[in-house]
C-alpha cells in the first residue's frame, strides 16, 4: 500500500500506521455524529492529536464544516500587519525559510497570537493549490476556526509540534502536513504569534521541527537587538519628536513592541510596553482601563466619577495618578499620562477591546476564543461595570444568534453563564439527536432549576 504523505512507506512503517490509526479515528467521530466517544479513547492517535480533536469537538464538531473563516478583510489586514510585533521578525523569516521554500514546494506562514494568518508566502503552486482550503493570509487557522492543525495547536500548547495528513481534524486538510513554532515576546515571555511551515512529506521532516525553531530563535534574537539598540539611542539623548497617540512609541511599522493591558478574568491587569510586562494594583488596572477606552481623555471629575462609587474624590484620584505616572515611567516614559485632560500619548491595545472588534466584525468565535472572562470581575469602579456589561452582553447576543452548539457550550462553561438556562437550550436545540453531550446539558438544566426551586 502506498502511503499518501511519505510515498516510499510501506504498510507496516510507523507513519502509515499513525494515519491508519487517525483515519479510523475520523470514521468513529463521524459514526458518533461528530462526537469523541464517551471514554474520550481513540486507539493509536497520538496523545497531543486525541487531546487536540478532544479540544477541537467541543469548539467546531463537525470536521466537514466549512473551510477556514477569512476574519481580517485586505486593508484592515494591511493596517493590522503593519503595526503587529511581528513585522520586524519578517526579514529573518524570508531569508531563512521563504526563500528557500519556493524551491523545496513548502508554504511558510506567520500567524499572531489568536491563530489567524498574516503572511502566507512560498511555493507558488503550492499557494494557489493551498487556497482551495483557505489557508491565506486574514484566515483564522486557530483550533476554534479549523481545529486540529499545527498553527493553532502549537499555540494552544505553546511549544512546537507537527500535524501529519489525517491527524488534522478537518477532512479538507488530510493532504497537508505542517509544522509550527510559537513565537515569544524574547524580553516578556509574552506569547506574539507562530511560524509555521505547510506542505506535503517535507513539511513533517525530522529536521523541519529543528529548522523552524531555530529561525524562531535567530527571529527573537534579532527582535531582542532592535530593541537595545533602540534604548541605546533614547539614552544617548536621541531627539524624539511629539506624535499623536496612533504612533506614540516606536515609529509605526517597527514592531518593536506592542503596549497592551490585559483585563479579561483579572482582578489585576497585566500591563505589557516598553517589552515588559508587570501586574498592576486594582486601581492603577482601573485607571488604565478607562482611559485606554478613552483615546480623548477625561477630566479629573470624569474619570473620579468613572472610578469611585458614589461621589468621586479628585483629591484621591490625583493621589493616585502620582504614583501610576512612577509605575508608568520606570516602563516607558513616553507613556505617563497627560492631565487636563487625562489622556494617554500612547495606543495602548486592551484585551476587552479586541473581543469587541471582533464582535463588530461578525468574528464571534475568535471573539469567543479570545474572551477569558469578565473585565476586572471585582471591580466595582463605575466605569468599569460599564465596560464589563457591554462585553459580556454583546458577547452572549453574538453566540445566542450565531454562535454554533460548540460555541454555545464554550460560552456554558463561562463562570458568568453557570445559570444562563437560554444558553444552554439553544446549545440543545443545535446537537445532533444522538451526541452524548446531551445528556451533560439537560443535566445542567435540571440542576438550574432545583437551585432555583430551592
Not at 45 to 57: F, G, I
Request: hydrophobic share 45%; aromatic share 4%; net charge neutral.
Amino acid at each position: 500500500m502506498t502511503n499518501p504523505i511519505h510515498p516510499a512507506a510501506s504498510v507496516s512503517d510507523p507513519a502509515e500506521l499513525l494515519q491508519r490509526h487517525a483515519r479510523a479515528g475520523h470514521e468513529r467521530l463521524a459514526a458518533g455524529g461528530f462526537s469523541l466517544p464517551d471514554d474520550g479513547t481513540l486507539p493509536g492517535l497520538r496523545s497531543l492529536v486525541r487531546e487536540s480533536w478532544q479540544r477541537s469537538a467541543r469548539l467546531m464538531a463537525n470536521p466537514d464544516q466549512p473551510e477556514a473563516p477569512l476574519v481580517l478583510g485586505t486593508d484592515e489586514l494591511e493596517e493590522y500587519r503593519r503595526q503587529h510585533p511581528l513585522a520586524a521578525i519578517m526579514p529573518v523569516i524570508e531569508k531563512l525559510l521563504i526563500q528557500p521554500s519556493h524551491d523545496s514546494g513548502l508554504l511558510v506562514a506567520v500567524g499572531d497570537e489568536l491563530g489567524r494568518l498574516l503572511w502566507v508566502d512560498g511555493n507558488p503552486v503550492m499557494r494557489g493549490r493551498a487556497e482551495g482550503m483557505m489557508f491565506v493570509a486574514g484566515a483564522d487557522w486557530s483550533e476554534a476556526g479549523v481545529g486540529t492543525s499545527a498553527p493553532g495547536t502549537a499555540l494552544a500548547l505553546g511549544r512546537g509540534i507537527q500535524i501529519s495528513g489525517a491527524e488534522h481534524y478537518k477532512r479538507s486538510v488530510h493532504p497537508w502536513s505542517c509544522t509550527a513554532v510559537p513565537f515569544h515576546d524574547p524580553d516578556s515571555g509574552a506569547l506574539l504569534g507562530v511560524v509555521d511551515i505547510t506542505g506535503t512529506a517535507a513539511a513533517v521532516a525530522p529536521h523541519t521541527l529543528s529548522l523552524v525553531e531555530a529561525t524562531v530563535a535567530a527571529a527573537q534574537a534579532q527582535l531582542r537587538v532592535e530593541r537595545l539598540q533602540l534604548a541605546a539611542a533614547k539614552g544617548a539623548g536621541t531627539a524624539r519628536r511629539r506624535k499623536p497617540p496612533a504612533a506614540a512609541g516606536p515609529p509605526q511599522g517597527t514592531g518593536l513592541y506592542r503596549n497592551s493591558l490585559q483585563l479579561l478574568g483579572r482582578d489585576q491587569a497585566l500591563l505589557s510596553m516598553g517589552g515588559r510586562s508587570i501586574p498592576l494594583s486594582a486601581r492603577h488596572s482601573e485607571i488604565l482601563a478607562l482611559l485606554g477606552t478613552r483615546p480623548e481623555g477625561l477630566s479629573a471629575e470624569e474619570l473620579a466619577v468613572a472610578l469611585y462609587p458614589g461621589e468621586g474624590s479628585t483629591v484621591t484620584l490625583r493621589a493616585e495618578m502620582v504614583r501610576l505616572r512612577k509605575v508608568l515611567h520606570g516602563l516607558e516614559p513616553a507613556a505617563v499620562p497627560e492631565s487636563r485632560p487625562y489622556r494617554l500619548p500612547v495606543d495602548l491595545g486592551l484585551d476587552a477591546a479586541q473581543v469587541l472588534s471582533c464582535l463588530q466584525r461578525g468574528a464571534h468565535r475568535i471573539a469567543l476564543e479570545a474572551y477569558k472572562g469578565a473585565v476586572l470581575p471585582h471591580s466595582e469602579a463605575p466605569g468599569i461595570i460599564d465596560l464589563r456589561r457591554k462585553v459580556s452582553v454583546l458577547l452572549r447576543e453574538a453566540v445566542l444568534t450565531d454562535g454554533s452548539a460548540e460555541a454555545l457550550l464554550k460560552y456554558a462553561a463561562l463562570p458568568e453563564a453557570a445559570n444562563d438556562v437560554d444558553v444552554r437550550r439553544a446549545a440543545l436545540r443545535l446537537l445532533p439527536p444522538r451526541s452524548p453531550r446531551r445528556a451533560a446539558v439537560v443535566a445542567e438544566l435540571e440542576q438550574i432549576d432545583n437551585e432555583l426551586s430551592a
